[in-house]
Structure formats: C-alpha cells, structure tokens
C-alpha cells in the first residue's frame, strides 16, 4: 500500500516533467533553486500556520478515517486532486473565479463534517467527493501563487516548491494527529467523545466561511 501511496504523491511531478518535455523552453523559464526555496517555505505556511481552512479539511478526513490506511488513502486522494489541479491552473493559465472558490473551499469543509457527522449511502462516493473537493482546494492554491511574482519568472520551480511546502505541511499536520490521538483509535469512547465534537466544530466553521465569504 505505502509503494502505491508513494507513486501517487509523486504523480504531480511527473506530469510537470513531462510538460516540461513538451512547453517550450522560454515558455516555462529556468528552473530556479532560489525561488524553488522560497516557494517551498510560502508552500509550507500556507498550511502551517496560516492555512486554517485547509487544516479544517484535514482534520476532517482524519476524523472520519476509522483506521490508518483510510486516513493515507483518503489524503491521497486529495493530495492528488489538488496537485493536479494547481498544476494544470498554472500551467495553462485558467482563470480562478476567487469568490467563488473561496466559498466552495467552506461550503466542502461543511459538507464533509456532515457527511461524517450523519452517514448515509452517499459515503461509498466519498472518494470521488474527495477527489472534487481536492480539486476545489488545488482552485484555492492556485489562487494563492499566481499572486507571487516568482511565478513569472520560474513557473516550474514555483509550482513544484510551492506544491511541495504545501505536502510537507500536510504531513507534518497528519503525523501529528496520529501521534496525538492514535493511542486513543481503540476506545469505545473516541467516536462519540471526540470525533463526533470534533466534526460539529468544523462544519459549523466550514459553514461560517462560506457565510462569511458570499
């Protein structure tokens, strides 16, 4: 499982290098260390500590994963979505309806807390829901980098520095959940205690910034 887990990861920089085999040399720029570092740090702190909406997202698929490969599988399948979707923004120059994505970035924290807050039949679909929402927040990222100037001058090392601060950053939030709650996983008392409150808070925050963002 972690070898397939690993070849998805890394599926985002294979599609940029095989772009980079078929843009123009001129179109994409050199590939600059300097701002590969940079936007690697911006790629980081958009999730720790600034990304709380994106944190939110997080510690919702946490608290619905009931076990470990659940958990790996199911921010996999958002690191990919968003990934992809960072890539093919910046890379074909789609324009991102900001507003818009804003509030779709509150309205899918909301409704993945309610999805685990009231199961239904709709959660065998929860992985092509995942896959959306991770498209949604790729949406958002993007947004993010077009804003930096390093885009301009070396799109390839700012898309993979800042789409790899943004990875790290989510591991670094995941093994810290797991490091923190796991001991816990087992109880018979952990889903009603903590993950059912848990899941409350963030939908009510996913609903409050999509509110706050219309």
Request: aromatic share 10%.
């Amino acid at each position: 499982m972690l070898k397939s887990i690993h070849t998805l990861l890394i599926l985002p920089l294979l599609l940029l290098l095989g772009l980079n085999e078929v843009i123009p040399a001129d179109g994409i720029g050199v590939f600059d260390l300097q701002i590969f570092r940079q936007e690697l740090a911006s790629g980081f702190s958009h999730i720790l500590p600034d990304g709380l909406d994106h944190i939110a997202f997080i510690l919702g698929l946490f608290f619905l994963s009931r076990t470990l490969p659940i958990l790996l599988i199911q921010t996999t399948l958002f690191t990919l979505a968003h990934s992809l979707m960072l890539g093919v923004v910046i890379l074909t120059g789609l324009k991102v309806p900001s507003h818009w994505v804003e509030i779709g970035v509150g309205l899918s924290i909301a409704i993945l807390a309610l999805e685990g807050l009231y199961p239904t039949r709709l959660e065998r679909w929860r992985p092509l829901m995942i896959l959306l929402f991770g498209g949604i927040h790729g949406l958002a990222f993007a947004h993010s980098l077009i804003q930096q100037t390093s885009i301009r001058t070396s799109p390839i090392a700012a898309l993979f520095g800042f789409n790899l601060g943004v990875e790290l950053g989510q591991l670094v939030l995941i093994f810290g959940l797991v490091a923190i709650f796991s001991p816990w996983w087992q109880r018979t008392w952990y889903h009603t205690r903590i993950c059912l409150p848990a899941l409350t808070l963030i939908a009510l925050s996913g609903l409050l910034w999509a509110w706050d963002r219309w």
